[in-house]
């Protein structure tokens, strides 16, 4: 299924997490096996589940955030990388929607998910222009709900799988078929797949492949075997892609940048 494989990569760049914090390579598995299972499904669903995957927990400290002292790591994120870019969001949200994932925790025994009420601010708060007694599950609804959400998931898709970010109008009615179809990836993707822009002269055969694809479409084009794992990791890593240990929050730069 070499779609859903590649829409795993590109989600473990998007929601960049590392073994070098995490600490667990049995919670990264588990997180990429999400990306695998949501591959092309809906987006708040993702959201949700990705915001109590306890990898995801463990690398922007939300495990830690609590009524009195509100982590913002992950609220800010979701809001800059994950789902809106920055320019669509306030530093009031983010505090505000800090407050209202306090509460999600992490049980560390069973290596789960837990919600652990008295530790959850209940009070009333104000994101998006919008007041009420908002948890967790209600401030990644409004993100995936956003108008702005679906312009960035389009331009971020679509320099994924052409090489360039696309024209204004493009991303605009790309993010119509989004938002049309419930904010589903798969019909989002297949609206890209069929367009004339996605065929254009200009982007054919011009897309830098990253190591991981370069080492995929190598093996898949010379009909063999992949080499053995550890063989395999040390190719991506000495070009720059080094497999749940990505450079930063912000994953892999990509396209010009594998050049080196």
């Given at each position: 299924?070499?779609?859903?494989e ?23 598995w588990r997180?990429?096996e ?6 092309v499904?809906n ?9 109590r995957d306890p ?6 400290d ?20 994950f789902a ?7 530093e ?11 509460g999600?925790s ?10 652990r ?9 104000t994101?998006?222009?919008r007041?009420?007694?908002f948890?967790?599950e ?13 312009r ?19 991303a605009d ?9 419930g ?6 993707l297949?609206?890209?797949?069929r367009?004339?822009?996605?065929y ?5 055969r011009s897309q ?23 063989m ?7 070009l720059?892609q ?5 450079p930063?929050?912000?994953g892999?730069?990509?396209g ?5």
């Amino acid at each position: 299924r070499p779609l859903q494989e590649k829409m795993a990569l590109f989600w473990h760049g998007h929601f960049a997490t590392s073994v070098e914090k995490v600490r667990d390579a049995y919670l990264l598995w588990r997180q990429n096996e999400l990306f695998r299972r949501l591959a092309v499904g809906n987006w708040r669903k993702l959201l949700v589940e990705v915001g109590r995957d306890p990898a995801m927990m463990i690398y922007l400290d939300q495990a830690q955030s609590r009524k009195q002292h509100p982590n913002e790591n992950f609220a800010r994120e979701v809001l800059e990388l994950f789902a809106l870019g920055e320019g669509h969001y306030t530093e009031k949200d983010i505090a505000e929607g800090a407050r209202a994932l306090t509460g999600w925790s992490l049980d560390q025994t069973r290596q789960r998910f837990e919600f652990r009420p008295f530790f959850h601010d209940d009070g009333v708060k104000t994101i998006f222009g919008r007041t009420g007694n908002f948890d967790g599950e209600d401030f990644l609804a409004a993100v995936a709900d956003h108008p702005q959400t679906g312009r960035f998931m389009a331009a971020k898709l679509w320099n994924y799988f052409a090489g360039e970010t696309p024209a204004e109008p493009l991303a605009d009615a790309l993010a119509n078929v989004f938002h049309k179809n419930g904010r589903c990836f798969k019909p989002l993707l297949q609206a890209m797949f069929r367009s004339e822009e996605f065929y254009a002269p200009h982007l054919l055969r011009s897309q830098v492949k990253s190591p991981v694809q370069w080492l995929v479409g190598t093996v898949r084009m010379l009909e063999c075997e992949l080499p053995p794992a550890l063989m395999c990791w040390g190719l991506t890593r000495n070009l720059g892609q080094d497999l749940f240990a990505p450079p930063n929050v912000k994953g892999w730069d990509g396209g010009w940048s594998w050049i080196t």
